[in-house]
């Protein structure tokens, strides 16, 4: 099952220059994934409206004006393509709540340590996964995350990557993030029997062993589901918690 592309690379998914080109020739709005329509249950769940949010890797996404509309008040949104950012700042001027700025998630020092309660991340370990020196490049953005996340804050994973191929990158040391995995079915996914997910089912968490890996014989319902890591940053008097207590099974 593990599902990753990072030995087969075509693009430098990390490069600005990929994704400026792509901005100019692809001007519409587009989502990765899945839609606000569909994370919404995780999202009011697990993010206060009032919180302080930092949308990594925000391309022309309509993710964060769909969160302001049903609530959310304080949006920074940051990519590494500059044309994205000033295409976004020219199209949300009027819109207090959604800030913009042009940033690589591996160095994001402008902002001080604690700065936020919630960072959400659709997509964009995904690329940097697939790009030249994947390990090194997820590891500087999930140092700079963890960084930036207040005691207690989360980080909201939203990837096609299974167990196997997040949670060594998740797991490192000095992290402490206490991390429940939840796996929601591909955008139209429609079960055998003419039936789709409910909001109840999604919001179930999907035990994970010790090792961080699905239990054996563990049938996805969707074989292309998507995988939302929500990690807790716990606090330094916490104990590490790595995984959800009620979510762990032995291996």
Known sequence: MQRDVENFNSYNYGDATYWDARYIKEAGAFDWYQRYSSLRPFFLKFIPFSSRILMVGCGNAVLSEDMVKDGYEDIMNTDISSVAIEMMKKKYKDIPQLKYMTMDVRDMSFF??????????????????CGTDAPLSAAQMLGEVSRLIKAGGIYMLITYGDPTVRVPHLN??????????????????????GTSSSSESILEPVPITESGRLPAGFVLEDPESHYIYVCQKMGEGDPAAHFEAESVLPL
């Open 172 to 193: 490192r040391h000095g992290y402490n993030w206490k991390i429940t995995l939840y796996i929601i079915p591909r955008p139209g996914f429609v079960k055998p029997d």
């Open 112 to 129: 001080q340590d604690d700065s936020f309660d919630c960072v959400v991340d659709k997509g964009t370990l995904d690329s940097l996964m």
